[in-house]
């Protein structure tokens, strides 16, 4: 069972910094993109940045020079680096990957649960 789990949300003043986590675990073949998504209450899910499995590397225009997003293929993580919180970051995230489970034919996009992060004023 392929899963993704993510870390490190929490309560932050703004200005502050945290660190998310997502690890993808189970019998996977190949992890090719790798995504962090976030979701305000009554907003749309939005793309935050995304990288490749070369390492190439997105961002919405929200959140450049303050988000950085990196991966360890070999522990097949995700991380996302939030610097200057802002309120309005205030929002679930969500780890998203594009990866073939063990012996499957096509690749499949894996969702985590999401972590909250809430940036006080």
């Known amino acids: 069972q392929v899963q993704l789990v993510e870390s490190g949300g929490g309560l932050v003043q703004a200005g502050g910094s945290l660190r998310l986590s997502c690890s993808a675990s189970?019998?996977?073949?190949?992890?090719?993109?790798m995504r962090w998504y976030r979701q305000a209450p009554g907003k749309q899910r939005e793309l935050v940045a995304g990288i490749s499995s070369s390492g190439n590397t997105n961002y919405a225009d929200s959140v450049k020079g303050r988000f950085t997003i990196s991966r360890d293929n070999a522990k097949n993580m995700v991380y996302l680096q939030m610097n200057s919180l802002k309120p309005e970051d205030t929002a679930v995230y969500y780890c998203?990957?594009?990866?073939?489970?063990?012996?499957?034919?096509?690749?499949?996009?894996?969702w985590g649960q999401g972590t909250q992060v809430t940036v006080s004023s």
């Open positions: 998203n990957a594009d990866l073939f489970p063990a012996y499957a034919r096509q690749s499949y996009d894996y």
């Open positions: 189970g019998s996977i073949l190949s992890i090719d993109d």
